[in-house]
C-alpha cells in the first residue's frame, strides 16, 4: 500500500481548539464576574437592611449616648484633676506656714522662759531686798522703842525716818504684788 494523501492539516484544528476553548474561558469568566456582582450586590443589600434595622440604629444611638457620657465624665475628671492640683498647691503653702508658726513659737517660747527667768531673778532680788529692808524696819522700830521707853520722848526726826522706812517697805511691797 502506498501512502494515500489526506488533506490533513492540524493546525486549523488547532486554532479551532484554542478559539473554542478562548471563547469558553471567556464565558466561564463572565459567568463568574456575574455570580460576583450578584454575591456582591446581595451583601450590600443585606448589609444596608441590617445596617437600618431597629437593633442597629439602638446599639448606634446607645454608643453615641455612652461617647457622651465619657466625654462629659472626662471632662470632670479633668476639673477635678485641676482641683486636686490646687488644693495641692494649698496644702503645701498652709505646711510651710505651720512650719514658719512653729518655728517663731518655739523661738517666742524660749524667749518668754529666758524673760521669765529673769523676771524670777528681779523678784528673787527684790523680795530679798523687801526681807532686807523689813529687817531694818523692825531694827529700827525695836531702837525707836528702846529710845523711847529710855527717853520718854521722841523727837520730830526719828518719827519722820520710821515714816520714811514705813513708806519705803509698803511701796516694795505694791511693786512686789
Not at 86 to 114: F, G, H, I
Not at 142 to 160: A, I, L, M, P, Y
Amino acid at each position: 500500500m502506498s501512502p494515500s494523501l489526506y488533506s490533513y492539516s492540524p493546525l486549523p484544528m488547532m486554532s479551532c481548539l484554542r478559539e473554542s476553548n478562548l471563547r469558553d474561558s471567556r464565558l466561564w469568566l463572565v459567568f463568574l464576574l456575574c455570580l460576583l456582582v450578584v454575591g456582591l450586590l446581595v451583601s450590600l443589600i443585606i448589609f444596608a437592611v441590617k445596617a437600618n434595622s431597629k437593633g442597629c440604629k439602638d446599639g448606634l444611638r446607645a454608643q453615641q449616648e455612652c461617647q457622651n457620657q465619657t466625654d462629659h465624665l472626662q471632662h470632670q475628671l479633668t476639673v477635678a484633676q485641676e482641683v486636686l492640683q490646687r488644693t495641692k498647691a494649698q496644702y503645701t503653702v498652709c505646711n510651710q506656714t505651720v512650719e514658719n508658726l512653729r518655728d517663731s513659737l518655739e523661738m517666742e517660747k524660749t524667749q518668754s522662759q529666758k524673760q521669765l527667768k529673769k523676771l524670777q531673778g528681779e523678784i528673787k532680788r527684790l523680795n530679798q531686798k523687801l526681807q532686807e529692808a523689813s529687817e531694818e524696819a523692825e531694827r529700827l522700830r525695836k531702837e525707836f522703842r528702846r529710845t523711847t521707853v529710855n527717853s520718854g520722848s521722841f523727837s520730830c526726826s526719828s518719827s519722820s525716818s520710821l515714816l520714811f522706812i514705813a513708806v519705803v517697805v509698803l511701796g516694795l511691797n505694791a511693786l512686789l504684788t
